[in-house]
């Protein structure tokens, strides 16, 4: 795209606001109204700089402009009190999220709680844990029948009626907020559903509205596209286009069917975008997790994905809610390749202006990749090769597993540098968390093979991955010890490695898989709807009978919380530096923090292992406290013991 030299050196405010925008900002409080111009123009290069490298050729790039600067304004002026006041806190505390004391949990409502109402019944529950922000998986109204577990939205500015109202999801996010949580709510970028009011004025034939989505009248272009994109779900969505014969086009349809891809090409697609994350900041959304954004722009000869456009995309919406809601942020959902993942949280000119969160996806595949082979040297040189330590406002979302299912992101050229087949490890992955290889403690399922490549996707709660189902089915006691322990060492590993830790719903009392989806015919094609349990409070419940699975894995991981939030080495501006494994089956990093290093070690070994007390005291950890339990570690001859899957944090 081209720039236009005049939009980066615009002079707005000072030149006088349009006047739509002024009209907005009329009504207010001069402080007020002082407020937003301000943040407007603390933000202006943030903003304009990338929307002029998109669209700053076009003939109405100015008015484009002008429209924006007022959907900002009226975002504003339409701001509750409240949340004003939590701008100004953000403001003052930009590094709230970066906070060790930041602990999240993710889940369906329906499956948490029943309805959003309802949730503010549970919030001492999420307290329990050290909740301190919380995501309500894709509660936007989505399309009927099958919608891709929500992600297929028809309206996002309105609740899924099952759930309750966009008035209920005010009052949850006031209820939540006053006892110092955070709510996370999905809004999907990359596509609407066919149900959304804009399709409907495309399939009515409105060029205007047709223009949102792309449309093709002939193969041609589809064709030129498809020679290098990936199919995303081959197994019951192949392909990327789908042929309407209502209007005669072919609709970009990059997921499913009933997923139209929006083109980002069209400013007013941007301006809409806006004006929905502002609609839902102002009933109290204070983290977006935008959802699948490497995919918005498209380009012929390339994967369209994680194009260069996408980063600018995402910088300009990051200035926009800055300046309108600068309480809220951003997470980016892109489950990338570990070099394409990097820019997502800022990187070259988008550093500290882009992401404020992303899903640390290789952590994750690197945690149950160990967990398999007992072997850590993948892990160790994947997150030492490809991630930087620390980011400028920036950081991680660290989690074990998701709503989604996982795929085995380790490829062919980090496997060749370990002397393994890629092919053949990410094989062994799918088998293992199926249950399939022998010897697997792990019962999962397959989500999706790939024919062409040989992949496999996987889908398991926590508890399945990690040996407890196996081990109640068969009634192990010592294998249920196990299972807690490799349970405890993940969180304990989420916990310190650096970012937000997220925990999902049912893992803290040991979820299982559960089967009842298939008899579900919306369902039934999917497997990620086995790790999708409801919430089982009478299970909950027994998490305050001593010795009960529940009550170990709930006391522990809330320990592992309590434990992270006072300690100050773990805040996510200080760097982490993976070191070289002192011992094979020993995964270790370093917090480098001005109160001195916290060094963390992780044994996936399934046997006892020793690290010598000459790596811990080159670390600057030879006399040390466990933070983890609050215990002096003393030397022992032969170096500090760590039994099957210990975990430790030093200082």
């Known amino acids: 795209m081209g720039t236009n030299p005049e939009s980066d050196t615009r002079p707005f405010p000072e030149a006088g606001l349009p006047a739509r925008a002024a009209s907005a900002l009329a009504g ?36 484009f402009v ?44 329906d499956r948490f709680a029943g309805t959003i109402p309802d949730v503010a019944a549970h919030i001492d529950y999420l307290d329990e844990l050290g909740v301190t ?24 500015r309105a609740v899924d009626p099952r759930l309750g109202t966009i008035d209920d999801l005010a009052g949850a996010a006031a209820a939540l907020r006053a006892r110092g949580i955070s709510l996370c709510i999905d809004v999907v970028l990359n596509h609407t559903a066919k149900e959304h009011e804009w399709a409907h004025k495309a399939l009515a034939g409105d060029p205007d509205y047709q223009a949102y989505y792309r449309m093709f009248d002939d193969r041609i272009l589809p064709d030129q596209y498809e020679a290098t994109l990936d199919e995303v ?34 400013p007013r697609v941007f301006l809409e975008i806006v004006a929905v994350m502002l609609f839902l900041a102002n009933r109290g ?22 194009e260069p456009e996408v980063h600018d995309i995402l910088q300009a919406l990051r200035a926009a809610t800055r300046i309108a809601a600068p309480a809220a942020i951003h997470l980016e959902e892109a489950i990338v390749s570990p070099r394409d993942l990097v820019p997502y949280l800022g990187a070259g000119r988008h550093a500290g202006r882009e992401g404020n969160l992303a899903y640390h996806n290789s952590l994750m595949v690197q945690f149950w990749s160990a967990l398999a082979s007992r072997d850590t040297r993948l892990m160790a040189y994947v997150l030492r090769s490809h991630f930087p330590g620390h980011f400028r406002n920036a950081t991680w979302a660290t989690y074990l597993r998701c709503h989604d299912d996982v795929g085995w992101a380790i490829t062919d050229e980090d496997a060749a540098a370990l002397g393994l087949s890629g092919l053949a490890h990410r094989s062994f992955l799918a088998d293992f968390y199926e249950g399939v290889f022998p010897g697997s403690f792990a019962r999962g399922a397959l989500f999706q093979s790939n024919p062409l490549t040989g992949d496999k996707r996987s889908s398991g709660t926590t508890a399945s991955f990690s040996g407890l189902e196996a081990a109640m089915l068969d009634d192990d006691a010592a294998g249920i010890d196990t299972a807690i322990h490799r349970i405890l060492m993940g ?30 015919p919306d369902k039934a094609h999917d497997s990620r709807w086995m790790h999708r349990p409801a919430m089982d409070w009478r299970k909950a419940e027994r998490r305050g009978v001593a010795g009960t699975i529940e009550a170990r894995l709930h006391g522990g991981i809330a320990e592992i919380m309590r434990r992270r939030k006072v300690t100050p080495h773990l805040h996510g501006e200080n760097p982490t530096e993976i070191l070289s494994a002192a011992v094979d089956g020993v995964f270790a990093f370093r917090r480098i923090s001005p109160l001195g290093p916290l060094v963390a070690l992780f044994n996936f070994a399934g046997d006892w292992r020793r690290v010598p007390w000459g790596f811990l005291e080159a670390n600057g950890v030879g006399d040390c406290e466990d933070r983890l339990t609050g215990h002096r570690v003393a030397p022992e001859e032969g170096g500090l013991a760590l039994p099957p899957y210990a975990r430790v944090w030093l200082t």
């Open 133 to 156: 922000y919380v995501h309500f998986m894709p509660c936007l109204r989505p399309r009927p029948g099958d919608s891709d577990g929500g992600y297929s939205v028809m309206d996002y």
């Open 233 to 266: 779900f081959p197994a019951h969505a192949p392909g990327n286009f789908t042929w309407y014969p209502a209007i005669r086009k072919w609709v970009w349809t990059t997921f499913n069917e009933h997923q139209w891809d929006l083109d980002w090409s069209n």
């Open 285 to 306: 959304v204070e983290v977006f997790r935008l959802d699948a954004v490497a995919f918005l722009w498209k380009r012929i000869g390339t994967r369209c994905q994680n």
């Open 491 to 520: 969180h304990a590993l989420i916990a310190a490695f650096g970012g937000v830790p997220l925990l999902y719903m049912g893992d803290e009392i040991g979820l299982l898989n559960d089967h009842t989806y298939l008899s579900d």
């Open 28 to 63: 207010l409080a001069p402080n007020e109204s002082e407020l937003f111009t301000l943040r407007l123009d603390r933000s202006r290069s943030d903003l304009l700089d990338p929307l002029a490298r998109l669209y700053g050729e076009r003939t109405d790039y100015a008015a």
């Open 66 to 109: 002008d429209d924006l600067v007022a959907v900002l304004a009226e975002g504003w002026a339409a701001r509750p009190a409240d949340l004003r006041h939590l701008d100004l806190r953000r403001d003052l505390e930009p590094d709230w999220f970066l906070r060790q004391t930041m602990v999240g949990y993710v889940f369906y409502v």
